[in-house]
């Protein structure tokens, strides 16, 4: 995905102001009902600039009827063209995507084999579920698959944007191939495992450009709202045309019209649509790929976060972490000997012994022990180690292996090795005893390293009211050790499959909505239940299929950020559905004194921004109301920034920022276009 920090291209600009025209049609604008009302306001003032009797009028008025009645028309399309313009240009940075995504497609041929193991070239679109291809370097991997024989590195940059090359091979949980990535070296051969149209790069391009974007329930509830309150507005200003008529007050239809649109919400009505899209486009953007905008919003809600220890908490590498030497031996004689047992150990754990020894101030070289070697870990010995020139045997490994060793050849078990070792373990490592001969030197402190900067994520998730769950195979010593060294608020030790679902089932009882990752094929019940169920990329095709997002840079961490972007998307759509209401305030003192004030001189104390002339006054909202749709496409582009705090706190927050901006921002802003447009009125007679 090319770009994918750049906000606005010259293109989608371009796009999406044609698009914006294209969205005039009826058939579109009634999916928005608040800006298809507008849109019949704008038809009837604009008949009624061509006629201004049709409905009645004073044909003593009728040029300046017309002048008024056509300048109303053209602001109440401005604000229907501002509208479809925010949603366009939304969806336009999904085409974008979506485009780039469609080049890796096109003209893509396949090695089909047949049941002879002969290739046979054809277009990918002809691919059924259960074919075998092979894919060789330099071909593009036609479709979604398994690799059922093989090793390759794999470029996923086309869908991850990322250029590192993966390793797939057959068997396990890292199997699984996406359509659209390419091979780079060696071969693989695959198993189609879906059917045309149904590939992972289909189902992005669908997603990416909004095809199948649905509106979630949170927005069609907000909705709902709107489009009653635009209904009560509606009620009042139909029932106010005939009334007035009886009362003798001679009120413009065009006037009142535009009354409707300044009191019923067309500034987040305009929006609305635009911040979904985006919501979902912010995580595409994210190299997340959201099966559905209710996913993302469900990330915004989530109040129990379930996460695997190893690769999300860990590294998963147990590194040296201290040296515990046994009785009548000195630190510094155990650190010598543990780090000649590693100086041609490649191991992480081997490397991360070297690396300690050097923090302590000892190094050495295998340049000074001529004609060793290095004796590699087996399984059944459960040792590793240098076998010296002169014959000396230095080992590390397990303490059962290397007390058997060391009483094989006649040596005496240190009383003390036991309690060293079984302190380690209670601490949730993993002990290596060091043995030179017949002699125990001491322990090795392998520890499984918490990620750096996770216990203050973890505290910024506690903040914003989300609990934590860890869940691991290890011993319940172990996982005890690792959840306090994280941060995490809870813990499940032993954890098999089934234990994740019985968690997450547990925190749903009590009404919580739960996010979890996971990878493997074991995940994928788990990652069904979870209500927001985030798969790895690498992982197997049934996880991605039971999860309802996919993470494309497999970075299990990403769940905390992903969560921010849910919360992003509901605060945006509530701040600016709070700045829109509020904007409605300063238009009542604008709109509404100037449309009564020659029936009721009295509602004239209720001008208080001093506007010029009712005409001036109901144009000058007008042209806010329109303008200020384009302003804040940027904010529902970009979201409202989040900060991690309490929900009271946020709510506070976003009263004081957007409900009393919201206030203030119109009276300044209408006043401004009114001083601005009084010259105008004037040479017009308004």
């Keep these: 995905m090319s770009d994918k920090n750049k906000f606005l291209s010259n293109d989608i600009l371009k796009n999406a102001f044609k698009d914006s025209f294209k969205k005039l049609d009826p058939r579109n604008m009634v999916k928005n009902p608040i800006m298809f009302i507008v849109e019949i306001g704008f038809v009837m003032v604009l008949l009624l600039g061509f006629f201004p009797n049709l409905f009645g009028g004073d044909n003593s008025t009728t040029t300046d009827a017309r002048i008024y009645n056509f300048i109303v028309a053209f602001i109440l399309f401005i604000t229907i063209l501002f509208a479809n313009f925010a949603e366009a240009i939304a969806e336009g940075r999904g085409k974008a995507q979506a485009s780039t995504l469609k080049q890796t497609k096109q003209n893509t041929k396949a090695k089909l084999l047949d049941a002879n193991g002969e290739v046979k070239i054809v277009n990918a679109d002809e691919l059924n579920k259960g074919d075998i ?5 330099g071909d593009l991997i036609p479709t979604d698959g398994e690799v059922i024989e093989g090793i390759a590195s794999i470029d996923e940059s086309a869908i991850t944007g990322e250029s590192a090359p993966v390793v797939k091979e057959s068997g396990g949980d890292f199997a699984s191939v996406t359509g659209g990535t390419k091979v780079v070296s060696d071969w693989v051969k695959v198993e189609i495992t879906v059917a045309p149209g149904e590939s992972f790069l289909d189902k992005m391009i669908n997603l990416v450009e909004g095809a199948e974007r649905k509106k979630t329930p949170n927005e069609v509830a907000l909705g709902t709202l709107l489009l009653s309150l635009t209904i009560i507005f509606l009620v009042v200003i139909v029932t106010l045309y005939p009334l007035s008529n009886y009362m003798n007050v001679k009120i413009p239809l065009s006037s009142l019209i535009a009354l409707l649109v300044c009191l019923i919400p067309t500034t987040i009505g305009g929006l609305l649509s635009a911040i979904g899209i985006a919501g979902m486009d912010r995580v595409t953007r994210f190299n997340m790929i959201a099966m559905s905008g209710k996913a993302v919003e469900s990330c915004g809600d989530v109040d129990t976060m379930i996460l695997d220890k190893t690769g999300t908490i860990t590294f998963g590498n147990r590194l040296a972490a201290d040296f515990v030497p046994v009785e009548g031996v000195t630190k510094e004689e155990l650190i010598k000997s543990a780090l000649l047992t ?7 754990e081997g490397k991360s012994v070297v690396t300690l020894a050097e923090e302590l101030g000892i190094t050495d070289s295998i340049e000074n022990y001529p004609d060793s070697e290095f004796e590699e870990f087996q399984a059944q010995t459960k040792m590793s180690g240098m076998n010296l020139k002169d014959g000396t045997r230095v080992r590390k490994g397990a303490s059962g292996a290397v007390k058997a060793f060391v009483e094989s050849l006649g040596g005496v078990i240190p009383p003390d090795i036991d309690d060293k070792v079984s302190e380690i373990s209670k601490l949730g490592g993993t002990p290596l005893t060091v043995c030179v001969e017949n002699k125990i030197y001491g322990v090795i402190y392998l520890k499984d390293t918490v990620k750096p900067g996770l216990v203050e994520r973890f505290q910024r998730l ?4 989300i609990k934590t769950i860890m869940c691991t195979g290890d011993n319940p010593l172990t996982a005890e050790t690792i959840a306090k060294e994280a941060g995490v608020d809870d813990f499940v030790a032993e954890c098999k499959p089934e234990d994740k679902i019985a968690v997450i089932k547990r925190e749903q009882a009590e009404g919580k909505i739960v996010a979890m990752t996971g990878d493997g094929t074991n995940d994928a019940p788990a990652l069904a239940q979870a209500d927001v169920g985030i798969a790895m990329n690498t992982g197997t095709t049934s996880a991605k299929e039971a999860a309802n997002m996919v993470d494309l840079d ?22 600016l559905t709070t700045f829109s209401i509020a904007n409605d305030i300063a238009k009542y003192f604008a709109v509404i004194p100037a449309i009564f004030i020659l029936a009721m001189p009295q509602m004239k104390v209720l001008n208080i921004m ?8 109901i144009l000058s909202a007008l042209i806010f109301n329109a303008i200020i749709i384009p302003i804040l496409v940027p904010v529902a582009m970009k979201g409202v920034k989040y900060r991690p705090m309490k929900a009271e706190m946020l709510l506070l927050r976003n009263v004081v920022i957007f409900g009393f901006g919201g206030v203030i921002t119109p009276f300044i802003g209408i006043k401004i276009i009114d001083m601005l447009i009084t010259p105008l009125c004037r040479m017009l007679g308004m």
């Design 133 to 137: 291809i092979l894919v060789e370097a």
């Design 342 to 348: 590693s100086l041609l150990d490649t191991t992480p």
């Design 462 to 465: 506690r903040e914003m009211g």
């Design 554 to 575: 497999s970075d299990p961490t990403k769940i905390l950020e992903v969560v921010e972007i849910g919360k992003q998307l509901l605060i945006t759509r509530g701040a």
């Design 610 to 617: 001093h506007l010029h002339s009712p005409e001036s006054a």
